[in-house]
C-alpha cells in the first residue's frame, strides 16, 4: 500500500503563503485529498480530487498533483488557519492511506 | 443539516467485542458510500474499513481485517462496526464519515466527519 510522507511540521508568518507537502510514489497516479483538524474538533475536507474545494472552503486554499508530490498550498495564512493537516489517497489495494499529518503553526 | 451520531463506544477487555453505530440525518443515505476512520488520542488518522452504497462492496485496512466487520441499513439510515478481538492497540476515538462518492472508489473523499466514539481496550 501507498506510504503517504508528511513533514511534521511548517511555520508560516501572517499574510504568508504556507506549502504543506505530502510524498508517495507516482502519487500523481492517484487522487489526493486535504484535511484540517484544529484540537478536539473533527477532522474537515479542504480539498478533493487534488485541486477541488468543497462549498464553504476559502479560497485561500488550493491543491496541486505532479510526479510523487502532493501540495496544499494556503495563500494569505490568517491565524484561523493553525491546524493540523492531513493528506490522504485511495490505494489501488482498495484501501484509503492517510499521511502522518503536518502541524501549521501561524507565527 | 447532515448529521452523523455515532454510538456504542466504551471500555472493554482485551479479546472481547463491541459494535458501533453511527446515525446518519439530513442526507439521502443510500447515495453514499460509508467509511469507519480512527485516530489515537493525540496521533494521527488511520482508515479502518469502508462500504458501497449498497453494502455489495466492503473494505478494510490491514490491522483489523478479519476481526472487524462493517454493515450498513439503508432503511434505517445506518452504519455500523463489529469489532471482534480488540487488542490495547485498538484504543482510539471512531469516526463515522460520509464518503462524497457512492462506490469506493479513487474518487473517495471523506466528506462529512461526525464527533466520535472513544474505544478504550484495556484490562
Known amino acids: 500500500s501507498y506510504d503517504l510522507t508528511q513533514p511534521p511540521s511548517v511555520s508560516v508568518s501572517p499574510g504568508q503563503t504556507a506549502r504543506i507537502t505530502c510524498s508517495g510514489d507516482?502519487?500523481?497516479?492517484?487522487?489526493v485529498c486535504w484535511y484540517q483538524q484544529k484540537p478536539g474538533q473533527s477532522p474537515i475536507l479542504v480539498i478533493y480530487e487534488d485541486s477541488k474545494r468543497p462549498s464553504g472552503i476559502p479560497e485561500r486554499f488550493s491543491g496541486s498533483n505532479s510526479g510523487n508530490t502532493a501540495t496544499l498550498t494556503i495563500s494569505g495564512t490568517q491565524a484561523v488557519d493553525e491546524a493540523d493537516y492531513y493528506c490522504?489517497?485511495?490505494?489501488?489495494?482498495?484501501?484509503?492511506?492517510f499521511g502522518g499529518g503536518t502541524k501549521l503553526t501561524v507565527l | 443539516e447532515i448529521q452523523l451520531v455515532e454510538s456504542g463506544g466504551g471500555l472493554v477487555q482485551p479479546g472481547r467485542s463491541l459494535r458501533l453505530s453511527c446515525a446518519a440525518s439530513?442526507?439521502?443515505?443510500?447515495?453514499?458510500?460509508m467509511h469507519w476512520v480512527r485516530q489515537t488520542p493525540g496521533k494521527g488518522l488511520e482508515w479502518v474499513s469502508g462500504?458501497?452504497?449498497?453494502?455489495?462492496?466492503?473494505a478494510y485496512a490491514a490491522s483489523v481485517r478479519g476481526r472487524f466487520t462493517i454493515s450498513r441499513d439503508n432503511a434505517k439510515n445506518s452504519l455500523y462496526l463489529q469489532m471482534n478481538s480488540l487488542r490495547a492497540e485498538d484504543t482510539a476515538l471512531y469516526y463515522c464519515v460520509k464518503d462524497r462518492v457512492i462506490e469506493l472508489d479513487t474518487k473517495h473523499a471523506s466528506e462529512i466527519w461526525g464527533q466520535g466514539t472513544l474505544v478504550t481496550v484495556s484490562s
Open positions: 507516482n502519487l500523481e497516479d492517484v487522487y
Open positions: 439530513g442526507f439521502i443515505f443510500d447515495d453514499y458510500a
Open positions: 490522504q489517497a485511495w490505494d489501488a489495494s482498495a484501501a484509503v492511506v
Open positions: 462500504i458501497s452504497w449498497n453494502s455489495g462492496t466492503t
